[in-house]
């Protein structure tokens, strides 16, 4: 009776393990990025004290949700902006952006007219596609666009955030 109640333990003790192991990813890890990926069209996108971090850099081109999440304690936004060409190395770009308050980047200088009075670019100006207006911290938000193959940058232009490096280079391919 002792080996029959033994056993049996034996096998409920597996079965609970191939359960638990069934929410796993591959690698026996949960799987926190599923759906997300280039091949999902699926971005996350964490906001926060001056840095713009999408958990993806490139995605194929059509539709691209942004999924937002503010980790920070104050407001943020993020808009879709389209660049005609961006140099490679974003940290020559980043010290670029803190010595001329007009952009960091030359060929949309004049597109991205910075306005010293109110501390942010001219959103006249910059060709957004889209963006996740301001969410406060701790909240979320999200946008869906259609976009062609290109460069963009995803950009906070609340006061003084753009210029303090909360922006981001992202990539679509055909």
């Given at each position: ?39 999902s069209g699926v971005v ?34 993020m808009l879709v902006v ?93």
């Amino acid at each position: 009776m002792g080996l029959k109640t033994s056993r049996s333990m034996q096998v409920v003790g597996f079965v609970i393990l191939m359960a638990a192991l069934a929410g796993c990813g591959a690698g026996g890890a949960p799987t926190s990025k599923q759906g997300t990926g280039p091949q999902s069209g699926v971005v996350k996108v964490d906001v926060h004290a001056f840095e713009v971090e999408p958990d993806i850099t490139t995605a194929h081109a059509g539709p691209v949700t942004f999924h937002v999440t503010n980790t920070d304690v104050q407001k943020h936004e993020m808009l879709v902006v389209p660049l005609p060409d961006a140099p490679a190395d974003k940290g020559n770009v980043k010290a670029a952006a803190h010595a001329a308050p007009a952009g960091p980047l030359e060929e949309v200088m004049s597109r991205m007219v910075y306005d010293p009075a109110v501390l942010r670019l001219n959103e006249d100006h910059l060709g957004s596609l889209g963006e996740v207006a301001e969410i406060e911290g701790g909240t979320s938000g999200e946008v869906t666009l259609d976009l062609p193959a290109g460069t963009y940058l995803l950009l906070c232009n609340l006061p003084n955030h753009f210029q303090s490096g909360m922006w981001a280079k992202f990539t679509v391919t055909r």
